[in-house]
């Protein structure tokens, strides 16, 4: 039977990583982002595996139109990772006005509602795996962190909450905090690349819990680059 999989904030980075490892363990993926971004070339080599919603998840109506797409087109969901995020440097005391309502918005109330709106179909299979993007942000505040690390606080904390919840429908919950990734947050810095992991480590990381899900649950996982936090 076709393994489904709903993945956030497919069109780069990290997410499009994920979208593109399932896809290659032949799944099909239901993604959503503002833009196609780097989806187009996946989307003509795989076709009807790929469905890609173009939607701003800022806007909270968006969640659900998304969401009742999905709802529409399966009748079970084996994978959803919460990846999608925005990131804004700043200091509590001088982020620009919106700064926290956005970051709250994207980071934890999406994650919260999408998965709010899936989990019936796990909840009847007793079945499903849900991952949650957080980050090294989620466990170690700095300065000029502001409102991304108390979302990403937020966030995992979320998951420690919906792991407990759902133990007992076999639905398993990670948090993965990935350290310094190489993607479009990180342009322009003169830091050199072996610095950074790579976006394609993390869904391996992710894929190897996936594919040892049976024996165990990967509840928290932490990744770093080799030399430590930037």
Known sequence: ?????????????????????????????????RTEGELAPLKQEFGHLLEISLL???????VQIFSDKVLSMVTEIDILVNNAGVFFPGSIHAEAPGSFELQMQLNVAVPYHLTRALLPLMIEKKSGYIFNMCSTASIVP??????????????LGFSKVLRQELMPYQIAVSSI???????????????PENRFMQAGDIAETLWFA???????VMEEILIRPMGGDL
């Open 56 to 62: 701003d998840l800022s806007v909270q109506n968006n």
């Open 142 to 155: 700095y300065t000029n962190g502001g409102s991304y690390c108390i979302s990403k606080h937020a966030l």
């Open 177 to 191: 905090l990935p350290g310094a990734t190489l993607t479009d947050s990180w342009a322009g810095t003169d830091l």
């Open 210 to 216: 996936i594919a040892n899900r049976e024996r165990m």
């Open 1 to 33: 039977m076709q393994k489904i999989a709903v993945v956030t904030g497919g069109s780069k980075g990290i997410g499009l990583a994920i979208v593109n490892k399932l896809l290659n363990e032949n799944y099909k993926i239901f993604t959503v982002s």
